[in-house]
């Protein structure tokens, strides 16, 4: 079986196609990075327009690259949400109209249980396994109970983690996104030259909080005044160790209700743009080994936003006859705990 996977919910325009054994056998991604460089972040009105530009023909080139016809396809996939809707009804518009002329189901997939599935693409992943899902827009705790079946356990109360890394890049001087440029900045730099604060280290429960690690990070740069090149990498330095403790400490409390609630063997799965983040993946890992978790993260290009996890999650729900009518509505807010999923079965 082959699906089409269709991703514009944020500031990438995405088509791939990925076939039921879990080859991926096209994925193109074009970034819209400097449509939005001038902004800061990304502007959504500009991100819908460059959806509209440039999803046609990255669908063609697609199925060209995979050597497919859109005939060839079992079903079309598309992100409905959550995200920035225009950039969404884009997306899904267009996944209805090529399901609607190929006489192929649509499955409207969840771009963060898309994140959280794509591990099982490249990896023998049973359920139940916990998420840690870190991107720009989420930072979320999550147990993957079965497909379509997931438990909420922490959420960040301000701030996403990918948010955080945006905001105080900028701070540093770095353009956006400002994750890549923090994490290439701090392998030069002594992240104990400045003090940073753990929002909610050492607090009952899984909950993260970003923005006074964001507002300590502004206070440094004021006092510090002009900052030379090897205090910026000093900073970045400390901001990323900071935000590894508070990812390591709300986990470790995460893992522990996992492990009261389900048999091992006990898996922990990072998704998620921010999973990119070598020296949080290494943190993660010490504490993943430490806890009697195994530790996966999909590889870099898996990791941010891409349509081969939507294909991927697009051939799961198709494997349990989950499909969706052309009415389906897109979603900005769709949380992950309230999804369709194949019978209310208790496996928690
Ligand atoms: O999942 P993603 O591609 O898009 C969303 O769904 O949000 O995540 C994008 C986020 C951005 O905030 C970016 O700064 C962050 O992921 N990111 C990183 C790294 N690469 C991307 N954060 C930290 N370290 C990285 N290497
Ligand atoms: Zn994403």
Known sequence: MYVLGIE???????????????????????????????????????AAR?????LDGLVRDALAQADLALGDMDAIAA???PGLIGGV????????????????????????????????????????????????????LVEALTLGQYRLLGTTIDDAVGEAFDKA????????????????????????RFPLPRP????????????????????????????????????AAAFQSAVADVLADRTSNAMEIFTDRHAGPHRLVVAGGVAANQALATRLGGLAESQGFSLTVPPMELCTDNAAMIAWAGVERLEAGLTDDLEFPARARWPLDELPAPRATDVG
């Open 8 to 46: 514009t919910s944020c500031d990438e325009t995405a088509a791939a196609v990925v076939s039921s054994d879990g080859v991926v056998r096209s994925s193109l991604i074009y970034s819209q990075l400097t449509d939005h460089q001038d902004y800061g972040g990304v502007v959504p009105e500009i």
């Open 50 to 54: 460059a959806h509209v530009e440039h």
């Open 79 to 81: 992100t409905a949400g």
């Open 89 to 140: 009804l884009v997306g899904l518009v267009t996944g209805k109209a090529l399901a609607l002329a190929s006489g192929k189901p649509l499955i409207a997939v969840n771009h963060l249980e898309g994140h959280a599935l794509s591990a099982r693409l490249f990896d023998d992943i049973e359920f139940p396994f916990l998420v840690l899902l870190v991107t720009g827009g989420h930072c979320q």
């Open 169 to 192: 890049a900028r701070l540093m001087g770095f353009g956006y996104p400002g994750g890549p440029e923090i994490e290439a900045a701090a392998r030069q730099g002594d992240p104990n």
């Open 200 to 235: 909610m280290s050492g607090r009952a429960g899984c909950d993260f909080s970003f923005s006074g690690l964001k507002t300590a990070v502004r206070r440094t740069v004021e006092q510090a005044g002009p900052m030379d090149g090897q205090a910026v990498k000093n900073l």
